[in-house]
Structures are given as C-alpha cells and as structure tokens.
C-alpha cells in the first residue's frame, strides 16, 4: 500500500522568507505520480503541481519550485521570499500506478507572519 | 466555467438523522472521488465513481454510508442513521480517467452530528 509522510506539521515563517515542505512517500509501483494540493483557510483543495515517476527534472514556476528524488522517495516543495497570502495547509499525494484515487500526507500548515 | 459543486455548505443534523450530500462535478469529466476530511484521520478516500459504476467503495467505513452516481452529472453520498463520529468535511472531486490525472475539488460540506 501506498503511504505518504508530511513530518512537518506546522511551520512559520515571516514573510519573503523562504520555506521548505517535505514530502517523503512509499510505494510498490514502478509507474506513480506525485501531486501537491494547497488548502486555504477557505477550505477548498487547490491543485498546485504534479510529477510523474520517470521525471525527476526539477521545476521552478514563479515562486515555487519541486525537488523530486527518486533514490530517497522524496518530493519536497519550496516557496521563495513567502507571502501572508501563502498561509494554508500543504498536501502532498501519491497517485497510483494500479489503481486511480490519491493517497493523501496529513498535511503541513503554513503560516506566513507579516 | 464551474468547479466541482457541493451542496450544502454546511449541515447540522442530530445523530439518528438522514443526511445526504451533493455534488455536480465538472462537466466532462467521467471520474468522481468523494473523500473525507477529520483532524484525526486526515484525507481519506471513501468511494469512487468511473462512468457512474462504483469502482472501489473499499473505504466506505460501514453500511451507515451508501453513494450513487444516477448520472455523468450528479451524486450523492448518503448517511443513515448518522452519528457524531460522521462529522467532518466531506469533499467531492471529479477529474478525467486517467492514469496522474488530477483532481478538482469541491468546496466541501462541513457535517456536524449533534
């Protein structure tokens, strides 16, 4: 079975620090994909990026970026220079090869101090 | 274009009530998730829908919960009787069928059995 660990359960930071958030996931699949949701304090769950298992090309998009390493089963998300409007809860998943529902981390909160 | 739609926001009932809630998910779509969310046991996945027939109800917690999917347009999840230990938020998601292929929430019900 597929499980995905979010050891960070709070973190705060003060704004245009930036901040990291780790995700380290467990598989069986040879084929998977990675995904991060954010969570506002509105409450609904906001697609922010996904990786499949052979790209291990790591991505910058505006403030954000990905780190995903394959050898040590990590996919870990950082924002740069963090804003006030960053705070939510942070949701790693895993999306398997076999079967088509996300196993989702239990989340880390972010809180960006003004 | 409209999201996935839940109805209602927000539900309070007393434990031995009926509760149903809705979802109309994006139109297209052919693939529907309800999931849960508690501050104990996270995000968890309780059924899914592919082409309105069941896939795997295997997270359904007990024969309290039922969900259909009458139509590519709408479904309900269903708890009867229902029970203080029900109350969470419950999110719809639709997404296409495929394999990494994201997942678009609802705003969610927030149940709370009295």
């Known amino acids: 079975a597929q499980k995905v660990t979010q050891a960070q359960t709070e973190i705060s930071v003060v704004e245009k620090e930036d901040v990291t958030l780790d995700c380290v996931y467990e598989?069986?699949?040879?084929?998977?994909?990675l995904f991060w949701y954010k969570q506002p304090p509105s409450g609904e769950l906001v697609f922010l990026i996904r990786r499949n298992s052979f790209d291990e090309q790591n991505e910058i998009s505006g403030r954000y970026s990905w780190n995903f390493q394959k050898s040590t089963s990590s996919f870990n998300f950082t924002i740069t220079a963090s804003q006030v409007v960053d705070s939510a809860v942070y949701f790693c998943?895993?999306?398997?090869?076999?079967?088509?529902?996300?196993?989702f981390g239990s989340g880390t909160q972010l809180t960006v101090l003004p | 274009d409209a999201g996935v739609i839940q109805s209602p926001r927000h539900e309070v009932t007393e434990m031995g009530q009926e509760v149903t809630l809705r979802c109309k998910p994006i139109?297209?779509?052919?693939?529907l998730f309800w999931y849960r969310q508690t501050m104990m046991r996270g995000l968890e996945l309780l059924i899914y829908?592919?082409?309105?027939?069941?896939i795997d109800d295997s997270g359904m917690p007990e024969d309290r919960f039922s969900a259909k999917m009458p139509n590519a347009s709408f479904s309900t999840l269903k708890i009867q009787p229902s029970e203080p230990r029900d109350s969470a938020v419950y999110f719809c998601?639709?997404?296409?069928w495929g394999f990494g292929e994201k997942l678009f929430f609802g705003s969610g019900t927030q149940l709370s059995v009295l």
């Open positions: 998943a895993h999306g398997s090869g076999s079967a088509r529902q996300l196993t």
């Open positions: 998601a639709s997404s296409f």
């Open positions: 139109s297209g779509h052919n693939s």
């Open positions: 829908f592919n082409n309105n027939v069941p």
């Open positions: 598989t069986r699949d040879t084929t998977y994909y």
